[in-house]
């Protein structure tokens, strides 16, 4: 009986979900490829397994999955 009297979009938590980001094109943005060479410089990186534009503390950040063959087996890192 909840259920149906109840706002469906509040029950599936709607009104709680954030907007999709959007950066500011007029912005500077540093090539994917600088980033994954500094953390090349940090760590073996064996493969990109994604890579996508996040937000820390209001600066645009590259978060990289990758992995690394470490000699131990391979892990994945982000």
Known sequence: ??????????????????????????????????????????????SIAGIQTVEVLGTPLYQIQFTENSGNGVRQNG
């Open 1 to 46: 009986m909840y259920f149906s009297w109840s706002d469906m979009d509040e029950v599936h938590g709607d009104p709680q979900k954030r907007p999709a980001l959007l950066f500011d094109i007029k912005q500077d943005w540093v090539s994917p490829a600088l980033a994954i060479d500094a953390r090349r410089k940090q760590t073996r990186v064996d």
